[in-house]
């Protein structure tokens, strides 16, 4: 297999922790629990912090989503097809998803908090933030424990704003998301 492409490959699961805890709000929206907003519907300088959309439900189960891709990761390290597509040995599998599926929520957190404040309703497009916040947020958490080299960053920073393009069109025409971004 050509260098390259398995180097992506190994970007892109590395980051499947954060990667499906940005995607599970969309997924569990449906289900009644913890449907508070994370923001409690406040508000700073007259507009929302977060917004009603970004709920305790949606961090629960994103996080939980994480923390379970990365413990799979873990039972399948001992295989080695997927230790050689591994960057880590996952033997901190926890904190691995945590940090991850938690960075991931909290950078898109941080991009619908900037959104409220320049006047963009949820939804709407506001890129390269929409496709790059949840990336920029789990690089930054799992930095604490794996500090990634530059190529790594640049090609997860790649790898996810294209792969947010193309996965937020299939939610839309899927019905599961009422935009495309």
Request: with cysteine; hydrophobic share 55%.
């Amino acid at each position: 297999m050509n260098e390259f492409i398995f180097f992506i490959i190994k970007c892109i699961y590395f980051m499947l922790p954060a990667y499906l805890a940005n995607m599970m709000p969309v997924f569990a929206k449906k289900i009644n629990f913890l449907n508070i907003p994370v923001d409690f519907n406040k508000k700073w300088k007259g507009k929302p912090i977060l917004g009603s959309h970004k709920t305790w439900r949606g961090l629960f189960f994103g996080v939980l989503a994480g923390i379970i891709i990365a413990y799979i990761q873990f039972l399948l390290y001992k295989f080695p097809s997927f230790a050689n597509v591994s960057f880590i040995d996952y033997s901190k599998w926890f904190l691995i998803g945590l940090l991850l599926s938690s960075g991931a929520l909290a950078g898109d957190m941080a991009e619908s908090f900037f959104k409220r404040r320049a006047d963009i309703k949820p939804g709407k497009p506001f890129i390269p933030w929409d496709q790059l916040d949840y990336a920029v947020g789990a690089v930054l958490f799992v930095f604490i424990v794996y500090p990634l080299s530059f190529l790594q960053i640049i090609t997860i920073l790649l790898i996810s704003f294209l792969g947010h393009i193309l996965f937020s069109h299939i939610g839309y025409y899927l019905k599961l998301k009422k935009v495309k971004w």
